[in-house]
């Protein structure tokens, strides 16, 4: 371990920047988040600045940084973005936060950055093989093999967020009967309202409050979210033999209603390796995007565990 080190650990993501500093051990000193404001330039200021506000506060020193950033990465810079984004694509975002806090940086995308941290000091750090899944606004995926990111030609590999086969509801990608229809935030909240449930003042986490007291709808929304995230599940299990599964993002909070309906869609269809698919719910909370991205930092970062 190398003493007094700290890393600086980023999420950029299209609600929230969060912060967090890291010792060399992989321990989390402190945290904290913020809005985001629009545009590149004005996101990388805002992270760089909450996190020089952090150190200040903890009187420590910023080594180096990493960055987990929605979007496509490719060399430090963002080469696609949703539309929500307000000059994201294109934005040097490695360039700018070594500019601006003097240390090297490294950055990646925001899905790869959660597994890596569950991966290497989260919920799946004992495994080899991991499924990534996040649920979020959108959903996420990323495929952790032999103890690394698999990453595919084109960065893409286990992006099962846009994998067809799950109904014919529209998706935000512009195609149909993706995944995230049914398991993110979004689709949980749009088809509990098609399906005729009560207005929603906080999206898919009243939907899940919901169910807890017993709405029937908002019940049968989050059984068929967490059996279309085990169909996917089993398909990549099929294809690539890998089993463990850790799952994060929003609609994560709320294991008590998807593990059931997850576990009961993997046993009910185990794959032929007769390993049964293992469900793991984030450990690193809604830190472990920048927990991820702090660990893969020129300084190197291991599990004091
Ligand atoms: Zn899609």
């Not at 929605?70 to 994201?88: C, I």
């Amino acid at each position: 371990m190398t003493a007094g080190v700290t890393v600086l650990g980023i999420d950029i993501g299209g609600i929230g920047i969060k912060v967090c500093l890291l010792d060399a051990d992989g321990s989390v000193v402190a945290h904290d988040r913020i809005p985001t404001p629009p545009g590149g330039e004005a996101m990388v200021e805002a992270a760089a600045a909450l996190g020089e506000t952090l150190a200040a506060d903890q009187q420590r020193r910023i080594h180096a940084a990493g960055a987990g950033v929605a979007g496509v990465v490719e060399d430090g810079v963002v080469t696609a973005a949703s539309s929500s984004f307000t000059d994201w694509t294109g934005y040097p975002v490695r360039a700018a936060l070594e500019t601006r806090l003097g240390v090297p940086a490294v950055v990646m995308n925001d899905v790869n950055a959660f597994l890596v941290g569950e991966a290497t000091l989260g919920a799946v750090r004992a495994e080899r093989d991991v499924l990534g899944v996040t649920l979020g606004t959108g959903v996420g995926g990323a495929v952790w093999l032999d103890g690394a990111l698999y990453l595919g030609r084109s960065g893409a590999a286990g992006e099962i967020g846009h994998m067809p086969g799950f109904g014919s509801e529209p998706c935000t990608c512009g195609q149909a009967g993706h995944l995230e229809t049914l398991a993110s935030g979004r689709g949980v909240a749009r088809r509990y309202l098609a399906g005729g449930g009560a207005p929603l003042t906080d999206g898919a986490a009243e939907v899940a409050a919901r169910a807890r007291t017993g709405d029937e709808l908002a019940g049968r929304v989050f059984r068929e979210a967490g059996a279309g995230v085990a169909r996917a599940a089993l398909m990549v299990a099929a294809v690539v033999d890998v089993v463990d599964v850790v799952i994060g993002g929003g609609l994560a909070q709320s294991p008590d209603l998807l593990r059931p309906a997850i576990e009961a869609a993997v046993a009910a269809e185990p794959p032929v390796s007769g390993r049964p698919v293992r469900i793991h719910f984030a450990a690193l909370g809604s830190l472990a995007a920048a927990v991820g991205a702090a660990s893969q930092a020129a300084i190197p970062i291991q599990s004091g565990a």
